[in-house]
């Protein structure tokens, strides 16, 4: 374990060197929101009683989505394990007395968690500051708080134990883009980060809120605003703790046949 | 032109020998759009209109809009990977040679696997001619072709715009993409959704508006104001500021990279 922790160290904190390039993306996903929000308030005014959450929810939403979106973007891969893969040096990984699962599963969170805590604080601190309802509104009530920290905690495992499959794909299929944009498309949209999943008509809004990528954003940000509350919110967090166990039982059992029957590229 | 040409050709080769690979690319770039797609289907949903505008309208303009993205990121999105042409030193080279380097930034790159995307904006897009009441007439018709014109020369400069700065700050710079995937992602409903204030700047700072909006209330029937036609002719004056930035980073430059 020690050793896992002491990967995530060293990978977060080459992740909080990119400085620069933060407050870029703070900036764009500064103009991001108040786009979304002058859109939804659009549809909003056209016919507010068929809008499935209150306004103020939607508002907070748009802005927990802007501000961690480097921890929830599904687009984000991590660039040198495909190289790795792709040119045969991934040998000196599967040599070394780790395992590869826990290893790339510690880079993947260490670049998103470092990224994430550069941006957040000053895109949530400008939402606090825009005037209600289209600004990030406070915590629904504190019970609600702190069941928004355990789903953030565990919406961010979901989402890198279902982005690991994809790194050891590509064991087998060596150019990994073409799954790769697949999994990534399909999984913004059934994540809710194109439209909130409760703008989905009902029925269809059940089932996708049943996969595993609607555990991953859609969860912590509608508990944090009070959407999902009650016993409706115990049931998310629990299948976000399913869906956490299952992906990481799929994730080592791939890992397992990976190392076992393996051709490593080039020489 | 038929330098340009020869570039063409020797990029698709080389595209298609990775087969699969392009398959899947261009079907993953073909979802990319659908996503947006099925954002406005289902929003539009539940809710009839916005601002008045229903499903199909706002599918024309969606179209329209992916349309011209779509043509200027095939043809200039070379513009992309600008950075790394100028951080690893390979734009001295270019500078070298007897020909115009934008042609040859251009060139180096074109996105055959945009296609997916292309493919779904004609498809959306005939769809919306054919779902949408509209009494076509020659007026309208140019209106249309002058739309995906404009838009298509707006994108394209926004694209040089972006590669311009490199020259300034050497690597990319995140935030231009608002004004280019942002600008697509957004143009799916009509600019007036947003707001007076955006539709104020989408008209005299970046000239979105010019190739959308307006045009698009003729196309409708919302404005009965055909001199509309000539505003995406307008919104094409947009290159002059950015090829002229381009010019001056170029004077600009001080080589990098080994």
């Given at each position: 374990m020690k050793k896992y922790l002491a990967l995530f160290k060293t990978k977060f904190l080459a992740g909080l060197q990119y400085r620069g390039a933060a407050f870029a993306g703070i900036i764009t996903q500064i103009c991001w929101g108040f786009l979304e929000i002058l859109l939804f308030k659009s549809f909003y005014t056209s016919?507010?009683?068929?809008?499935?959450?209150s306004f103020q929810a939607m508002s907070s939403y748009i802005w927990l989505q802007q501000a961690f979106i480097s921890l929830y973007?599904?687009?984000?891969?991590?660039n040198d394990i495909f190289s790795d893969i792709k040119s045969g040096n991934v040998a000196y990984t599967l040599a070394r007395p780790v395992s590869v699962y826990s290893m790339w599963f510690m880079q993947n969170l260490a670049s998103r968690t470092a990224k994430a805590s550069l941006r957040a604080i000053p895109i949530l601190f400008i939402g606090f500051l825009?005037?209600?309802?289209y600004g990030l509104s406070g915590p629904y009530s504190l019970v609600s708080f702190l069941l928004f920290i355990c789903s953030m905690i565990l919406a961010v495992l979901v989402l890198v134990a279902l982005m690991m499959p994809l790194y050891f794909i590509a064991f087998y299929?060596?150019?990994?883009?073409g799954p790769r944009m697949v999994f990534q498309t399909l999984g913004d949209f059934l994540s809710g980060a194109?439209?909130?999943?409760?703008?989905?008509p009902n029925g269809f809004r059940q089932f996708v809120e049943s996969?595993?990528?609607?555990?991953?954003?859609n969860v912590p940000f509608r508990i944090y605003s009070g959407d999902l509350a009650g016993e409706k919110c115990i049931e998310a967090v629990v299948l976000q703790v399913f869906w956490l166990v299952f992906l990481l039982i799929i994730g080592k059992v791939l890992e397992r046949c990976v190392q076992n029957k393996i051709i490593v590229q080039g020489g | 032109m038929r330098l340009y040409y020869r570039y063409f050709l020797v990029q698709i080769q080389s595209v298609l020998a990775y087969k699969l690979s392009f398959l899947l690319t261009t079907i993953g770039q073909f979802l990319v759009s659908f996503n947006l797609f099925l954002g406005v289907y289902f929003m539009l949903l539940r809710f009839p209109t916005i601002k008045g505008y229903n499903f199909k309208e706002c599918l024309l303009c969606f179209s329209l809009f992916l349309l011209s993205f779509s043509l200027a990121e095939m043809f200039f999105?070379?513009?992309?990977?600008f950075a790394q042409i100028i951080g690893n030193g390979e734009f001295d080279r270019i500078l070298v040679r007897p020909k115009s380097p934008i042609l040859q930034v251009l060139g180096s790159k074109i996105e055959f696997t945009r296609i997916g995307r292309m493919v779904q904006s004609v498809g959306m897009f005939s769809y919306a001619v054919w779902q949408i009441n509209i009494e076509w007439s020659m007026t309208k018709i140019v209106t249309l072709i002058l739309m995906i014109a404009g838009g298509t020369v707006l994108f394209a400069s926004l694209f040089i715009l972006y590669a311009a700065f490199c020259f300034f700050t050497l690597e990319g710079l995140e935030f231009m993409n608002i004004f280019t995937d942002g600008a697509r992602e957004f143009g799916?409903?009509?600019?007036e959704v947003y707001g007076k204030k955006i539709l104020k700047i989408t008209t005299?700072?970046?000239?979105y508006a010019l190739v959308q909006y307006y045009p698009f209330l003729y196309l409708i029937d919302?404005?009965?104001?055909?001199?509309?036609?000539f505003l995406p002719i307008l919104a094409m004056l947009f290159f002059l500021p950015c090829y002229g930035v381009w010019k001056l980073g170029l004077r600009h430059y001080q080589s990098t990279g080994s």
């Open positions: 016919k507010p009683e068929n809008f499935p959450m973007m599904l687009w984000f891969w991590e825009l005037p209600q309802p299929t060596l150019e990994p883009m194109i439209i909130p999943l409760p703008f989905l996969l595993p990528f609607a555990s991953v954003q | 999105r070379g513009f992309d990977s799916r409903y009509p600019i005299y700072l970046i000239p919302r404005s009965s104001n055909s001199s509309t036609l």
